[in-house]
């Protein structure tokens, strides 16, 4: 047996301490510390190196009769990203959903009233960009500005040149500003001529999902 305690990097909280077989695996440590993180989201230093999730604790155990390992443990952001939900979402006459790539996605085809949301849920604290995967058809017509809100407060407006000028034909992640925090975070786009009962037909572009990005 081998006496683990691991404390959180750079926080230095203490996150276990305990008994654990030498033939235990590094992964099997840190799905028993925190069951419902990714095992490739933690790692595991010991004496400032990365341990590797194959290898055995008892491989670490280096000095002569030494017993303990002493152990700090980082987790890494990664990459998250939200479905899309919004008025006429579905609509065949209006924005249906399509086949693209292998994926199912949403075409604006003739709405007036554009207004999409989607919810990033369990984010874990930092810095993030947040962006909306797109593609842009040869002929797209939107004549409106899009406002777009994180968690209810407006970050920025598009134009419609903005979205006329995206490459044509190709998938293209449209940035929508800048988040700093952890929990949930809500994304709304709307086009502004809703507050005038949607007056602008918008045609030629898809739809795919919220990405966000750790920076």
Request: charge should be negative; hydrophobic fraction near 40%.
């Amino acid at each position: 047996m081998v006496l683990v305690t691991i404390t959180m990097g750079p926080s230095g909280r203490q996150m276990f301490s305990g008994d654990m077989d030498q033939q235990s695996r590094v992964q099997d440590l840190k799905q028993l510390v925190l069951p419902n993180v990714a095992t490739e989201k933690m790692t595991l230093l010991h004496g400032g190196n990365m341990m590797e999730d194959s290898s055995v604790l008892g491989s670490y155990l280096t000095e002569p009769h030494a017993m303990a390992l002493e152990l700090t443990l980082t987790l890494r952001r990664v990459s998250i990203y939200a479905d899309l939900d919004g008025a006429w979402f579905g609509d065949q006459r209006y924005i249906p959903a399509v086949h693209e790539a292998g994926r199912t996605v949403h075409l604006l085809d003739g709405v007036c009233w554009f207004e999409l949301c989607g919810t990033f849920r369990g984010m874990e604290g930092g810095n993030w960009s947040i962006f909306l995967r797109v593609k842009r058809k040869h002929r797209i017509y939107f004549d409106t500005d899009v406002i777009v809100s994180l968690n209810g407060s407006e970050t920025k407006t598009f134009v419609p040149g903005v979205l006329s000028s995206l490459p044509e034909e190709q998938w293209t992640l449209l940035d929508l500003g800048a988040f700093q925090g952890s929990g949930s975070l809500k994304v709304e786009l709307k086009g502004a001529d809703c507050s005038n009962h949607g007056q602008h037909s918008k045609s030629g572009l898809y739809i795919d999902q919220l990405l966000a990005e750790p920076c």
